[in-house]
């Protein structure tokens, strides 16, 4: 069958062409509407007070109402016809009416053109509700932006803004440019990014993306990409590819279409004029009505229609749980996963340096930490940072004096007269300070401190393991999913974070190639694979896999760019979510192709055995059309 809907724009799939979203309103049906009132006057006066009109009026009434209802069919047929393609629904249906009118039978061939357009447009109002739900869950860039240009405020278009000017979002308002807070705070909605609604609060030097809505105080923004490279901006080319890029089950029906409608129309044929050969008293015109009905409930609408329509439910409920999927063919990838491999910073930890633990000797804890952080405030490095944080406000008013960083082994100072070194066990060995050994065995990343050279305790320093990040894995393995961790980091640290969150299995001290290798033995076992990533690093490795699943909020762009789905609030649980959503989608659209194949086959055998008519024929046609695309729609009511 040669009509699909072109899937990179709002298709009409009664007329092949290009349609305004609100071409499925009833003004733009007027005359289908109009078809439809006169077949229901005519047959309530034959039916209802046993009024007939004569033939020829009775022809010209219908006749009216048959070219009101179906000009359209009948002109993209007769295009279509000739160019050589007369295997295609439009030739079915307008052979089908055709035929009825030459036989006599005027209102059953108005009603099945009346029917199966009414159908189509059903369908084509569905795929278009479709198509703007995903739109409209991601497109909330704003028109308009207010940016500061020389001491003036200005609202001007956010595509004309340039880097590093300064943008004024007020309350309420959404952020048109990714960039940087210079506020000093200010909290955002990040629903539309996310798929999370609850605020996110933000300090002075974070980043901002396009589409989050400030909440509460005018913030200003330092803006750090131009318009149309923003995170959003991305996230939108995403999903318009993504209902261009057809699964394999989208593709095998659109296959099937090419060979099934010929092989339809030959077998009407055969019904119409085999059994003149083994009927004694064959009748032509009995005959050919039963192969009119063959040609209408063979009409495969329910399958062109419903199964592009699934797909863009699953696109849409994910996108609406914070996941893109870059095609429905990576929906279809998603229910053969039996094996994810993880990265571990950033994906299942926060990628984010905490205090983990405080142990101290002959000294105060809190004062442990007010000292050490003293010296550490005057460092950049990730985990002077973190012990830094962790002090918090205890440490103001504090200051070291004489600070000496010495690389590779930590920082040396003056805090209140006292000496302190912070940093590794080889900075006090350097000092020939004594300390327990068993030190040496903890796993974290520490800081060893002394005092007036007297060892005085450590701080532990890890990467904090995601909330999520343990459920999520018993989730995997209720699924009979294989979960596996990879990561540049010590094989000691891995193997801790993998024993706390209950990962299969865990490998460490790895390169990139090291990555790829791991995953190609996977592969050479027979796993399909889902890598999850969010660094630069993990690009090649999320290309090997079958899917590739990108971090986006803390991800990189190459990961991102490289991945077949992007996770927008990096929680390890929407892997989860994914492989469940691919799993519905394919559930929904087998239903639909069983429910339209055992439907349509019962009622051809009917339509040939002469026991369904017209009435039926289109009936059913029309209502198992309807129930699929209900079927196909109540994916975005989903609750994962």
Known sequence: MTHKHDETKIAAHGHGSAKDENESGWKNHWDLLLALAILIILLVLEYGFKIEFSKIPSLIINLGAYLLAGRKVLDLAFRKSKRGDIFNEFVLMSVATIGAFVIGEYEEGVAVMVFYQIGEWFQDAAVNNAKRSIKALLDVRPDEVTVSRNGTLLVVDPSIIELNETILVK?????????????????????ALTGESKPDAKYKGETILAGMINLHTVAEIKVKALFKDSKLSKILEMVQDATARKSQTQLFISRFAKIYTPIVFFLAVVVCFVPYFFVEDYNFQTWFYRALVFLVISCPCALVVSIPLGYFGGIGLASRNGILFKGGNFLDVMTKVNAVVMDKT??????????QQVVSVNIDEKELVKLTAAVEKNSTHPIAKAVTEYAGETVNGINADTVEEIAGYGLKGKVGGRDLLAGNAKLLKKYNISYPTEI????????????????????????????DAAQAVKDMHSLNIKTVMLSGDKQSVVDEVARKIGIDEAYGDLLPEGKVEKVQRLKDEGRHIAFVGDGVNDAPVVALADAGIAMGGLGSDATIET??????????????????????????VWQNIILAMTVKVFVLILGAGGVATLWEAVIADVGVALLAILNAVRIQRIKV
Request: glycine share 8%; net charge negative.
């Open 346 to 355: 950033g994906t299942l930890t926060k990628g984010v340096f905490k205090v």
């Open 563 to 588: 991945a077949d789905v992007v996770i927008q609030n990096d929680q390890p649980q929407k892997i989860v979510s994914a492989i469940k959503i691919g799993k519905i989608t394919r559930s929904i």
């Open 440 to 467: 040496e065995t903890i796993v974290d990343t520490i800081v060893v401190v002394a005092i007036n050279n007297q060892y005085a305790g450590f701080i532990t320093i890890a990467d904090e393991i995601k909330d």
């Open 171 to 191: 309350p309420g308002e959404k952020v048109a440019l990714d960039g940087e807070l210079i506020s000093e705070n200010a909290s955002f909605n990040t629903a």
